[in-house]
């Protein structure tokens, strides 16, 4: 497998410079380690770490994944170590191999965002936070904060008060207009938007009558999500001047050159590594060699390069 050339592939996403328009999607492959015995994570444009809590979380009980048709369920309960231990265990490595690590944080108060980009501001290896508002707001009843403009207004806001690393607001796709979240992130301060994380959906077990995950519903990737997916981003580029992350059901080359000209300037690649570890590479690959056969110099070039539909005839639709 070839290397993407730096020239080509490289892109900007605000404060925030990538050697390749591929990352690793947040809570698919750990803290990125887990994928060194099948390839070389610093030729990715970025790690981004499982979602990081102040303090240690043990997730949901089993069942925690399901099958579905074209993709998976999962309700893991944000299930991880804990900042204190990443910082220790984890991110050391992942400097010292000189990989680009984005970590994705979440809290169930506005609080605990706060206390976490407080540790995180400054601390070497890091590139930028990526903020998992698809939780819920203890603050406000349980609501998730994402689907609150302005609960994500007032999120974006603090976080930018406290840190200098730039910042990546996820969003949900749980929501009826994702515009309108996507604005409130905007002009509150966020530096980049990935969208979207998991729809929410449920699997049953016909034999036993009860739900197949121990938590009742879960959290639908994979590639059942693209077209969903596709649309949203397509929305949100029209809708803010932000540049913006895709994420949902990428599997090769062209479903992320998809996401590209629907108006996203990167990709972060989930569900795909859980069959195949080494997806992020194959699909960055397989991106530049897209731009080689048509001769584009520079894969920004294709960010929102969407043409009209075309009419029957094969020419481009009035309007």
């Given amino acids: 497998m070839t290397e993407p050339s730096r020239e080509r592939m490289a892109v900007r996403l605000g ?41 240690p979380r043990e997730g949901n009980r089993p069942a925690r994944l399901a099958e579905s048709s074209s993709g998976m369920l999962n ?27 984005i970590a994705n944080i979440f809290g169930e108060t506005q609080l605990e965002f706060e206390t976490l980009a407080r540790r995180l501001d400054g601390v070497p290896g890091l590139a930028a936070l990526e903020l998992n508002i698809s939780c819920p707001n203890t603050d406000r009843g349980g609501i ?20 200098r690393l730039p910042i ?24 980049i938007l990935s969208l979207v994380n998991t729809f929410t959906g449920m699997a049953i077990d016909v034999d036993r009558r009860r739900p197949v995950l121990s938590s009742g519903g879960g959290g639908v990737s994979g590639p059942a999500i693209k077209p969903l997916a596709i649309f ?24 992320a050159l998809e996401f590209i000209l ?33 001769g584009i110099e520079s894969i920004g070039s294709l960010v929102g390069a969407l043409r009209p539909p075309a009419d029957p005839d094969g020419a481009p639709a009035a309007g």
């Fill in 15 to 55: 404060p925030l410079r990538l050697r390749a328009p591929v990352l690793t999607a947040s809570g698919t492959s750990g803290y990125g380690l887990d994928l060194l015995p099948w390839m070389d994570i610093t030729r990715l444009g970025g790690i981004v770490t499982k979602s990081l809590s102040l303090a």
């Fill in 75 to 101: 309700s893991i309960g944000l299930q991880n170590i804990g900042v204190e231990a990443f910082l220790s265990d984890r991110l050391p490595r992942l400097r010292e191999l000189g990989a680009t690590v």
């Fill in 144 to 163: 998730e904060f994402g689907v609150d403009p302005q609960a994500v207004s007032q999120l974006t806001a603090a976080v930018r008060r406290i840190t």
């Fill in 168 to 191: 990546i607001m996820k969003l949900s796709p749980n929501v009826t207009d994702i515009t309108v979240i996507a604005r409130a992130a905007a002009e509150a301060g966020a530096d």
């Fill in 232 to 255: 949203m981003v397509h929305r949100v580029a029209r809708a803010v001047r932000l540049p913006l992350i895709g994420i949902g059901g990428i599997r090769s080359g062209r479903d």
């Fill in 262 to 294: 629907a108006g996203a300037s990167a990709v972060e690649v989930g569900t795909a590594t859980f069959t195949e570890p080494a997806a992020a590479l194959r699909i960055a690959t397989e991106m530049e060699e897209h731009c080689v056969r048509h």
